[in-house]
């Protein structure tokens, strides 16, 4: 199977013998699942489904960012704590996702268990010199590390204006250059949550944590690292940065981005008004339907929320019913000698949209003999019918 990779930017065999580690960057939890998030965790999940059907031995780790800038302002602004808003958004983030039929990760990592592992680290990049302490906070030195911005590719000009635009303070007098970004931060304020360290009481940086957790299930190299686009930079870069810089080892073999899901043409958003989130989808649509409706675009294509295609979802899925009286599922050989073409579709770079056409179209055929994969293709697409 072959997957592209945003590091190399090309298509790449990912290697099935080995044991595969995939990870996962999960939610923060202080809002409810949206449709983007429901692209990318579902796309996540056919790559699960479909590497297990290949044979393949594979550790899903999706973590919770449960400790972060955004969780505390909207707990204030709720009345409530960060814990009780935290626990109650992850469980309706897997409520929503397992109503999708999305399979439970093999681990699911909460960052704030997970304090220990992320000093570790601090302490390893003080030590080599990667990283500085002052004023009890500790920041990674972007500028002694040469391969900063090898994911991204941005110079460091661009870097710094989307790391500004997504929450750097490039004015923070603490800082030695305008992007260096927190590994440990301070506490600021007695009531806001802290936990000791030999800096000093304090929290996490955002990109530390997931260096952290992934690291803990997945060993020093990790065979793939997902999440959406938009965490390529400054979130993925600086990842790579912690984790290669403290192992000295490559960090990710593949990563794997899933595109953008606007609505009304823009990007979703609180402030636009424009979110649109999974429990109000599954008032109007059932799971099975928000599920083709996913698997019908390809995971690095991005594309505009658009109702109609909920009709073909339900026409498709009415075809497919007649031929799943029987759930009979099939050996990865069986498939393979009956409807190649589907497995080609997902062994090139998981074109689900592809897959989901093949499907389509045999079910819509007179072949009886290629209709008897349909209900293997529907459980590799994670659609129950
Ligand atoms: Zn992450």
């Known amino acids: 199977m072959k997957i592209y990779n945003t590091y ?11 044991p595969i580690g995939i990870y996962v960057c999960g939610i923060t939890p202080y809002d409810t699942t949206h449709l983007g998030h429901a692209f990318t965790f579902v796309t996540y999940d056919i790559l699960v489904r479909y590497l297990r059907f290949l044979g393949a031995n594979v550790t899903y780790v999706q973590n919770v960012t449960d400790i972060d800038d955004d969780i505390l302002i909207r707990a204030h602004a709720l009345k409530t704590t960060w814990k009780e808003l935290g ?36 302490q390893g990049l003080i030590k080599k010199g ?8 500790v920041y990674f030195d972007v500028k002694k590390d040469k391969n900063f911005g090898k994911l991204s590719k941005f110079n460091y000009k661009a870097m710094l204006e989307i790391a500004n635009d997504r929450g750097n ?23 806001e949550p802290s936990w000791n360290s030999p800096w000093g009481q304090g929290r996490p940086g955002w990109h530390i944590e997931c260096s952290a957790m992934s690291m803990r299930y997945l060993g020093s190299t990790l065979t793939i690292h997902g999440g959406g686009q938009d965490l390529i930079f400054p979130h993925h870069e ?37 979110m649109i989130f999974v429990h109000d989808l599954l008032k109007t649509y059932t799971a099975s339907e928000l599920r083709t409706f996913l698997a019908m675009h390809h995971y690095r294509t991005s594309f505009n929320y658009d109702e ?37 579709a997902l062994d090139n770079d998981l074109d689900t949209s592809k897959a989901f056409q093949i499907l389509t179209d045999i079910a819509k055929s007179k072949n009886e003999t290629k209709k008897a994969i349909i209900p293997t293709g529907l459980k590799i697409l994670g659609i129950k019918v």
């Open 8 to 18: 190399s930017e090309k298509i790449e065999e990912i290697e099935l013998k080995q």
């Open 130 to 137: 990667g990283a500085y302490v002052i004023n009890n906070s």
């Open 308 to 344: 109609a295609e909920f009709v073909v979802a339900k026409n498709a899925i009415k075809a497919f019913e007649p031929c799943c009286l029987d759930q009979k599922i099939l050996s990865f050989k069986r498939l393979k000698q009956i409807a190649p073409e589907f497995l080609l």
């Open 169 to 191: 303070f490039p004015i923070d007098p603490n800082k030695k250059n305008e992007l260096d970004f927190v590994l440990w931060q301070a506490q600021q304020h007695p009531d």
């Open 238 to 274: 600086s990842e790579i940065a912690q984790s290669e810089n403290f192992t000295d080892k490559k960090f990710v073999k593949t990563w794997m981005h899933t595109a953008m899901v606007y609505s009304e043409g823009k990007k979703m958003s609180k402030s636009l008004g424009n």
């Open 87 to 122: 626990n109650h958004e992850t469980i309706s983030h897997f409520k929503n996702m397992h109503a999708l039929n999305a399979l439970h990760p093999d681990h699911i990592p909460k960052a704030t268990e997970n304090i220990s592992q992320m000093q570790k680290i601090i």
